[in-house]
């Protein structure tokens, strides 16, 4: 059983359009993150609920609204796509959250807007 | 946080020890060190978390001096499988911290037979 697991792997969309990324963990964490790893692998915070709490929030654009229904799931909803939202986007867990805690990544998603 | 200095790449060849050298000159008091391991296509993965002296783990050993200014990763025997891209992180527990967090270039090893 995988861990944490996003869907989709890939997605291709056009600029303007709105797409989701859905992420689930079995873990039994109570944290969730979004991290995004630009092409130079650099790889940065976006979002972190915990306990469906929204915790940080990073200078994400808000055209990009995550979503936790419970405190399994966290999906990240993208508005009016533009080019510079290209990336991988990763989503993570742990147990309570905070730096010294060990993260659990899911396998990414490639987000490519033409 | 504390910001990190690490190669840029390495190449080493099967059955070798890697060690992978990061420095956190301005490390505070409280700062944990944290390595991860990044294959193409997939999440980091945790490898090893250390404050000081030595750690070690099943897959790798973590040695921090006693000025905690740097800090080595070391992978006993590697094989082609350790080619990836390893992560050095510095910083202090909890929520605050973790908001910072910022994965950086890493050190991209490759193992060749």
């Known amino acids: 059983d995988t861990a944490v697991s996003q869907t989709p792997k890939y997605l291709v969309t056009q600029m303007g359009n709105d797409k989701s990324i859905k992420c689930e963990q079995n873990l039994g964490h109570d944290t969730m993150y979004w991290y995004k790893q630009d092409s130079k692998k650099f790889l940065k915070i976006m979002f972190s609920y915990n306990n469906k709490e929204l915790i940080i929030n990073e200078t994400v654009p808000n055209r990009f609204s995550p979503k936790s229904p419970d405190k399994a799931h966290l999906n990240l909803h993208i508005n009016s796509l533009e080019l510079g939202d290209s990336a991988v986007y990763f989503c993570?867990?742990?147990?309570?959250?905070?730096?010294?805690?060990?993260?659990?990544f899911g396998s990414g998603t490639q987000l490519s807007v033409l | 946080l504390a910001k990190t200095t690490q190669p840029i790449s390495m190449d080493s060849y099967e059955g070798q020890e890697v060690n992978i050298t990061c420095s956190h000159n301005?490390?505070?008091?409280?700062?944990?060190i944290t390595w991860y391991q990044q294959f193409p296509s997939q999440g980091p993965r945790f490898i090893i978390q250390g404050y000081k002296t030595k750690v070690t783990n099943e897959v790798a050993s973590l040695f921090i001096p006693a000025d905690r200014k740097s800090s080595t990763l070391s992978l006993p025997r590697v094989s082609l499988s350790d080619t990836a891209v390893y992560y050095c992180l510095v910083g202090p527990p909890g929520y605050s911290s973790a908001s910072k967090i910022i994965f950086g270039s890493g050190t991209r090893l490759s193992i060749r037979p």
């Open positions: 301005n490390i505070a008091t409280n700062d944990y």
């Open positions: 993570a867990s742990s147990q309570v959250g905070g730096f010294n805690e060990k993260l659990f």
